[in-house]
């Protein structure tokens, strides 16, 4: 914990790097979405044909989001020494019958909403990729991630808070103060490694306001980045065990957006995203 600490990057913004990690919640949610009401549907009516919505149907979508929804994101409206209010909106599972049910299964982001006010505790096992709890402010719009379902319960114990939008810094501009990137390794040895990585296009980011940013639907691009690794890069994990089709989480001194090689001060291998 504490190499992992001394690592921890002091940025002004983070962005969702979107390979293995970031919005992979949301994906695993719409599968199983999916998975469920393929099976419910399959059975529902004998011509075939989709019901406007069913109480099925409604109960299995209740039952997916409430088991695997674990991340919020929202404003910060308050902060004590270990806590954050966080007001966020999420799905409103009382409106759900109401949707269509081909609707049911598509984004999660579409469905109804409503707003709801979280109280979010930190300790220290919580990780911050951008920027530390002491930097946080009120105002901030933050993604807080948790092991806990977000319906169950009003006060949630963050694993990682991710800092999207500060102040009168646009979008563009947290998304080139990113420091580290998170990809799949295409070609190791013992001097360094090859990431490919899944990354917003920052050339055609035009969001000055963060609460404005859908980060499923900004533009990717694949970019592939020459990692060094020295005597001083700290492992989270063994450097040994790093081969060809790892994803690895590597982290640079300085932005990485503008380069497509540095050296890593700290490496996560293999990567483990937080848990969902």
């Known amino acids: 914990m504490q190499n992992k600490t001394k690592y921890i990057l002091i940025a002004a913004v983070v962005v969702v ?7 992979a919640y949301q994906q695993k949610t719409i599968m199983d979405l999916k998975s469920d009401l393929a099976g ?17 149907t409604v109960r299995a979508v209740q039952s997916t989001l409430t088991s ?5 994101t929202g404003k910060i409206t308050a902060k004590t020494d270990n806590s954050l209010t966080v007001e966020a909106e999420v799905a409103d599972l009382s409106k759900l019958s109401g949707v269509p049910e081909e609707k ?16 979010v ?41 991710l ?13 080139k103060e990113l420091k580290y990137i998170v990809g799949q390794v295409k070609e190791a040895s013992d001097k360094y490694v090859v990431v490919e990585t899944q990354q917003l296009d920052v050339s055609k ?23 060094f690794i020295d005597s001083e890069t700290s492992f989270l994990g063994s450097p040994d ?23 890593a001060v700290k490496v996560e291998n293999p990567f483990q995203p937080p848990v969902k």
């Open 17 to 23: 790097v979107l390979f293995a990690a970031g919005m």
């Open 40 to 56: 419910i549907s399959g059975g529902s009516s004998g011509s075939g044909q989709k019901a406007l919505n069913s109480p099925s």
């Open 68 to 72: 695997n929804t674990k991340e919020i």
């Open 104 to 119: 049911l299964a598509g984004d999660t982001n579409a469905l109804p909403k409503t707003k709801k006010t979280y109280k």
């Open 121 to 161: 505790s930190v300790n220290g096992q919580t990780q911050y990729p951008s920027m530390k709890f002491q930097d946080l402010s009120v105002g901030d719009q933050v993604i807080v991630r948790t092991n806990e379902s977000v319906y169950q319960a009003d006060s949630l114990t963050a694993s990682e808070i």
């Open 163 to 175: 800092v999207i939008g500060r102040g009168n810094i646009s979008f563009a501009e947290m998304v």
């Open 205 to 227: 980011i035009k969001i000055s306001d963060p609460k404005e940013a859908d980060l499923q639907n900004v533009p990717k691009m694949t970019k592939n980045y020459k990692v």
């Open 241 to 263: 065990a790093i081969k060809v089709g790892d994803v690895i989480k590597a982290y640079s001194a300085k932005p990485v957006s503008s380069v497509t090689e540095f050296t």
